[in-house]
């Protein structure tokens, strides 16, 4: 299959990531069917869908007589052979579950046409054990979106030990098709690359919450205000040979034996999971907000997303 080939993509789970993907690709002009457990849940995503687009037509990135026509290229059903009957690639968006990922790919591989790449959004899990349920190992392969997928730029595309040459420049292709940021990923690790980098950054946040160093906010507002205003234009890599790697060496070499090297999240941040304090899904985490605040958060959020896309990107 080339890339002009690709018509039809299916997306399977229509949760936070796949309604945004689904979005991603059908305004890019691409067939999608959109798969979940009921109809209640599918409805629930194309009016979310439905949202986001109105948000773009703000924006300039939508046009507004064209959200109808975006809107009828969604196909729903809670159908599953239905689903991927004629389709091109699959991708799958369904909870972080490795058992019920593994049964949907099994499912997969004998529901779908031969020609048909099955890719996942899993944010943890290693592709080549879901291709292993396949015999079509070579056409599976890792696409790994960013929270909210229809306004993050990066995806990574993440090769399993057999994915071919060709399915890889295909799915690659594809993402840089409808406007993503597609990342190489050489050789898959777990994390890949992106959350790797971000849990090392985090560990040592928490840490520094749980020590008391800073408050919430100002943790927050001290990483907004400095690595966190440089890293939308500029990687850490070209910020260190700006900054002189003498210097970053020297610094590294003093700081990183006094940093925690933990591998176990700090006992503050489990105590406050454990206590159900999720964050914006529970109204309480490192901070608290009401509904209608936190409300006001996201929507704030991708307002500033959208200028940043727009002026960056
Ligand atoms: N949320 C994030 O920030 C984020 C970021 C990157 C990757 N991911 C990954 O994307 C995937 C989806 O995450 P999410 O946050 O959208 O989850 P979610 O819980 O919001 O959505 C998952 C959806 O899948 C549906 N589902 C479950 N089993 C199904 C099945 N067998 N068939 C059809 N539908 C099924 C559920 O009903 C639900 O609507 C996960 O693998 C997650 O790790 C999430």
């Avoid at 004998?110 to 790449?117: A, E, F, G, H, Q």
């Avoid at 943890?124 to 890792?142: G, M, N, P, Y």
């Avoid at 993440?158 to 690659?172: A, D, F, K, N």
Wanted: aromatic residues 8%.
């Amino acid at each position: 299959m080339k890339l002009e080939d690709v018509r039809r993509i299916t997306v399977v789970g229509a949760g936070i990531m796949g309604r945004g993907i689904a979005q991603t690709f059908a305004t890019a002009g691409y067939d999608v069917t959109l798969n979940d457990l009921s109809s209640d849940l599918l409805d629930a995503a194309l009016n979310r869908v439905k949202t986001n687009l109105d948000t773009f037509t703000r924006y300039g990135f939508v046009q507004a007589e064209d959200v109808a026509v975006i809107l009828a290229r969604i196909r729903t059903t809670t159908d599953l052979a239905d689903a991927v009957r004629d389709v091109d690639i699959v991708i799958e968006a369904i909870a972080e579950d490795f058992e019920a990922k593994r049964q949907l790919f099994n499912r997969l591989d004998s529901l779908c046409p031969d020609r048909t790449i099955l890719a996942s959004n899993s944010s943890s899990l290693l592709i080549s054990e879901f291709a292993a349920e396949t015999k079509r190992q070579d056409r599976v392969i890792l696409t790994h979106w960013f929270n909210p997928p229809h306004i993050v730029p990066t995806v990574e595309i993440i090769p399993g030990h057999m994915t071919s040459p060709e399915t890889y420049e295909l799915v690659y292709e594809l993402h840089r098709k409808v406007g993503k940021l597609a990342i190489r990923i050489r050789k898959e690790i777990p994390g890949y690359l992106v959350n790797r980098i971000q849990m090392a950054m985090l560990r040592e946040v928490w840490w520094l919450w749980e020590q008391g160093i800073a408050s919430a906010e100002d943790i927050d507002l001290a990483v907004k205000g400095s690595f966190g205003f440089r890293l939308a234009s500029i990687g850490p890599l070209l910020t260190n040979d700006l900054g002189g790697n003498d210097t970053n060496y020297r610094v590294s070499r003093y700081l990183l034996p006094l940093m925690t090297n933990s591998t176990e999240p700090p006992e503050a941040f489990r105590r406050m999971v454990e206590a159900g304090n999720y964050g914006q899904k529970t109204g309480q985490g490192f901070f608290v907000h009401s509904t209608e605040e936190w409300n006001s958060i996201i929507e704030k959020r991708d307002k500033e997303f959208l200028e940043r896309l727009k002026s960056l990107y």
